[in-house]
Antibody
Framework: QVQLVQSGAEVKQPGASVKVSCKTS????????ISWVRQAPGQGLEWMGW????????NYAREVQGRLSLATEPSTSTAYMELRSLISDDTAIYYC???????????WGQGTTVTVSS | EIVMTQSPATLSMSPGERATLSCRAS??????LAWYQQKPGQAPRLLIY???TRATGIPARFSGSGSGTEFTLTISSLQSEDFAVYYC?????????FGQGTKVEIK
């Protein structure tokens, strides 16, 4: 079955960077994109960005443009999200999700908690 | 950026009742709209895509309708497991955007 398994929780200081991995299985990796969505404590869902697993093309939300980098490693069917210059407002659960162009975000990872605190 | 507005913020319902959730887009998104359900401590789950197509394994009591700027998610008869937060999302334009969510709570 299709699975997206994310890396474990992170605690970072303000100004640092965090890198979260999303290992996929059960489908043809290049056939779908990966979107990253975050959820601050007690808040709603915020779409952050998307990467094509076919050609590496990306789209980013304005709020994180310049601080966010998305990448894929086709040999291991893994996607990566790196967020730099962390601030306290970046404290959230970060999700990766398989992104089909016409079917929405149909499979989600379990989420990775990132805490930014001094 | 397309702004998605959901109403109401909270819906207090009893099991067995019919629930109607609304989602409005600030400009047309055609039918490229999805609905997600999220329970506490869990990742969101896709319910509906393309405004009205149920995702795999989603019960028939969930239905979606609408196009353009006005969309509705209907739960025909609420079950205990349906009390959760529901989000709409447009994927017609970059950036993709979510509504702020509607919480369906037990009355």
């Amino acid at each position: 079955q299709v699975q997206l398994v994310q890396s474990g929780a992170e605690v970072k200081q303000p100004g640092a960077s965090v890198k979260v991995s999303c290992k996929t299985s059960g489908y043809t990796f290049p056939s779908y994109g990966i979107s990253w969505v975050r959820q601050a404590p007690g808040q709603g869902l915020e779409w952050m960005g998307w990467i094509s697993a076919y050609n590496g093309k990306t789209n980013y939300a304005r709020e994180v443009q310049g601080r966010l980098s998305l990448a894929t490693e086709p040999s291991t069917s893994t996607a990566y999200m790196e967020l730099r210059s962390l601030i306290s407002d970046d404290t959230a659960i970060y999700y990766c999700a398989r992104d089909s162009p016409y079917n929405g975000l149909d499979v989600w990872g379990q989420g990775t908690t990132v805490t930014v605190s001094s | 950026e397309i702004v998605m507005t959901q109403s109401p913020a909270t819906l207090s319902m009893s099991p067995g009742e019919r629930a109607t959730l609304s989602c409005r887009a600030s400009q047309s998104v055609s039918s490229t709209l999805a609905w997600y359900q999220q329970k506490p401590g869990q990742a969101p789950r896709l319910l509906i895509y393309d405004a009205s197509t149920r995702a795999t394994g989603i019960p028939a009591r969930f239905s979606g309708s609408g196009s353009g700027t006005e969309f509705t998610l209907t739960i025909s008869s609420l079950q205990s497991e349906d009390f959760a937060v529901y989000y709409c999302q447009q994927y017609n334009n970059w950036p993709q955007t979510f509504g702020q969510g509607t919480k369906v709570e037990i009355k």
